[in-house]
């Protein structure tokens, strides 16, 4: 059973276009969908929810009786959650710091409702989804637990494939996606931004030592940029998997809520095919 990522190192590049493609491409397959705070491969994937459980954060709380306002959870809070000796749980983050260095043992980190996750079932198979609450955190730790539970339906269905649409960026829920996958397919796009959030996540997969592959979507936008990410790619030893052309039929196909290699056999999903090629031959 392989893993399979698609990162970008910023939202808006195509990712969940590709991973829906490749969903609807690939055989003996498990979707999880670990862009858990904005996700939306279910906008393409139209799934039906079979199970549904909370996902269980945590708060930091003051016990007033025990607490003597020493002052040291405020000093020590960088997210400013104290104030007054009270705990504001909308700014509190969970890290748990203002209970480790109270000396009265006044704070305890209780358990709270941070969002939900989804065992779902498509016409392309298993997909493993979750919806963060509005402002909470722990989002790594989300994923976590979706990866966990697209591995375990993989194993049982003796799936070959674990394909999972990732958050942007490089931060701590990118982490989480790209840990124990075999390749990491990294989109990105000819502007300038795009070249350095390609270098950035990038870096990240070379550090945790995941295999990449880069597909430039929308390449022929700016031939100058696309040239770039090429040289950038060569420079690294990171191979390119393929390059999508613009094409206002991606933009239809969201629009019916379908995959663009189900709507439309024109030059976008040949390329997204040779791509989902490339990749199962890495």
Known sequence: MKQIVVISGKGGTGKTVISASF?????KKVMADCDVDAADLHLLLHPTVKEEYDFLGKVARIDQER???CGRCQ???????ISDFTIDPVSCEGCGVCAYVCPQKAIEMVE???????????KYGPLVHAKLGIAEENSGK???LVKQKARQIAEEEGCEFIIIDG???IGCPVIASLSG???ALIVSEPTLSGIHDLERVAGVAHHFGVRSLVCINKYDLNMENSQQIEEFCQSHGIEIAGKIPFDSTVTEAMVCGKSIVEYSDGKVSRRIKEVWEKVKEV
């Open 112 to 122: 709270d409702v941070s969002g939900k996750w989804f065992v779902s079932e498509t």
């Open 181 to 183: 996958v075999d390749v």
């Open 67 to 69: 607490c003597t306002q």
């Open 167 to 169: 958050p942007p960026g």
């Open 142 to 144: 989300l994923v976590s």
């Open 23 to 27: 969903a609807s491409l690939a055989e």
């Open 75 to 81: 000093e020590v809070c960088r997210f400013e959650a």
